[in-house]
Every structure is written in structure tokens, then in C-alpha cells.
């Protein structure tokens, strides 16, 4: 039985950069919307020796989710671990899109996969530093609860308490919304995981080179470098080795927690406010 691990959004930056280094030991199973996408991606992990295959998958929807993995487990292989990077920026889509992708998306992944997870499992969902930078009495905690039994309610709330801070923030806020919510229900599910002997982790990453974070570039993420205790953007090995580090067997003890990676970017803002 091959152990294989599910990348999300794996012909982005993040997700590539994790599966070069999860495809040492594991077979690697690319999931994105692109086809063409996916080949190249798959190409180029075969080019170093990886075993590695791809599927289409839309996140949003949920049966397609499950039939991800079902893909994933032919030929009797187990996927031990699963590391959800696919989402949208603020530039990448209306606040409608954003709430599914990131929020609907991220409950479909979890629960196809919570459904066959076992001892050693493990899921590491991406979140973002934006998670981290809401007011929590702005956060419709209460509302995240529908995301799995109501996901249309779900998302219509989150974009409907985005909207407050007018037009040009709208897509924005989604977004740091979604995210806060990647946060609170990865520690939701760390119990349920864990009845089965597996983990669940998020990781926020700040700013980093990648096709996605330089669309936000131009649009806020720059501005951070001021107050940031690290003066660039992250590199997506960097980033790709605390995923990886999450999804593998080693921290057997990391659960229901959030790991924050933004070159101290949070650090920084915190402490210029106070001094």
C-alpha cells in the first residue's frame, strides 16, 4: 500500500513547491481546475523521480471532492495525508467566489477526507495572516457553524458582514473572513480527527512570491514589508517546508492549531502600536 498525500491547488506555487518535498517518500496526488495545468505539474514532478498523478477538481462542489479521493485510493494506495492550499485573493474573484472557494471549498475537502482518514492521518489546510488581522467582534463566529449543514447561508453571511466596509474593501474583508474561518474550523475538527488517531493544522502564511501573492502585491501586501521583521517577500520553499512538516508523521502531537508564517510581519504591527 503506497502511502500518498493529496495537494489542493497543486499546480500553484505553494503546492508544487510542498509536493517536491512530500514526493520523497509519499506518491503525490495533484488536484486543481486546469487540465493543462495539472500535466505540466505532473511532468515536472515525474522529471525528478516523483510519482505523482493528477486530477480536475473543483473544491466546491462536494461530490467532486469525494470522488477526488476515491481516485486518489485506486489501486489500493492510502492517502495519509492531505495539504489544502487551493483558494483565491481579494484579485482573484468576486466576495461571492471567494466565500465558496475558500470557505464551502475548504469544508468539502475536510469532510471527504475525515471520512477515511485513520492513525497517522493527517490534513494541513492553508489560512492566511489576513485571518489573523479582523477585530474577533467583526467575525460572524456563530454563522461558521452553517458551513457544513448550509453552506449557500454560510457564504451569504460572510459576504453580507464584508459588505460593510464599503465597495473597495468588500473583496478584501471576504477574504479575511474566509480565512478566520479556515482557522476556527480547523480547530473545530481537531476532536473528530482525532477519535480517529489524525491531526488537523492550519497554517497562515503573510506575503510570499508567488503567482497569487503577487496580484496582491500592488494592493496592500507590499505596505507590510514596513513593519515586518523579515524585509521581503517569503520564498515558497519556505513556506513549503512548514506544510510539509505539518502533513508528515514527525510533530505526532500538532493539533487543532494554527501556525502563523508572515516574516514577523504580525509581530511587527502588534508592537508599533504599543511603543
Not at 243 to 269: K, N
Request: aromatic share 6%; glycine share 12%; proline share 3%.
Amino acid at each position: 500500500m503506497t502511502q500518498t498525500t493529496v495537494i489542493t491547488g497543486g499546480t500553484g506555487g505553494m503546492g508544487l513547491a510542498t509536493a517536491r518535498i512530500l514526493g520523497r517518500d509519499h506518491r503525490i496526488v495533484i488536484a486543481d481546475l486546469d487540465q493543462g495545468r495539472i500535466d505540466q505539474a505532473v511532468s515536472d514532478l515525474t522529471g525528478l523521480g516523483i510519482d505523482a498523478v493528477g486530477f480536475v477538481c473543483d473544491i466546491t462542489d462536494g461530490s467532486a471532492a469525494n470522488r477526488l479521493f476515491e481516485n486518489a485510493e485506486e489501486g489500493g494506495h492510502h492517502v495519509r495525508a492531505v495539504v489544502h492550499t487551493a483558494g483565491i485573493s481579494p484579485q482573484m474573484g468576486t466576495p461571492d467566489r471567494i466565500a465558496r472557494i475558500n470557505g464551502t471549498g475548504t469544508v468539502n475537502i475536510a469532510q471527504a477526507f475525515l471520512k477515511r482518514a485513520s492513525e497517522g492521518d493527517a490534513l494541513v489546510n492553508v489560512a492566511s495572516t489576513a485571518g489573523h488581522g479582523l477585530p474577533k467582534i467583526l467575525i460572524p463566529f456563530r454563522s461558521f457553524r452553517l458551513a457544513q449543514t448550509d453552506p449557500a447561508s454560510f457564504e451569504r453571511v460572510i459576504v453580507k458582514r464584508a459588505r460593510v466596509f464599503g465597495k473597495k474593501l468588500h473583496a478584501g474583508i471576504t477574504y479575511g473572513l474566509s480565512k478566520a474561518f479556515v482557522i476556527w474550523y480547523t480547530r473545530s475538527l481537531a476532536g473528530a480527527f482525532g477519535s480517529k488517531g489524525a491531526r488537523v493544522v492550519s497554517v497562515s502564511p503573510g506575503s510570499f512570491d508567488t503567482a497569487m501573492g503577487k496580484l496582491e502585491k500592488d494592493h496592500g501586501a507590499s505596505e507590510f514589508l514596513k513593519v515586518s521583521a523579515i524585509k521581503r517577500f517569503g520564498h515558497p520553499e519556505e513556506i513549503a517546508a512548514v506544510l510539509a512538516f505539518c502533513a508528515s508523521e514527525a510533530p505526532g502531537y500538532l493539533t487543532g492549531t494554527d501556525i502563523l508564517v508572515d516574516g514577523g510581519t504580525q509581530a511587527g504591527q502588534e508592537f508599533r502600536t504599543k511603543h
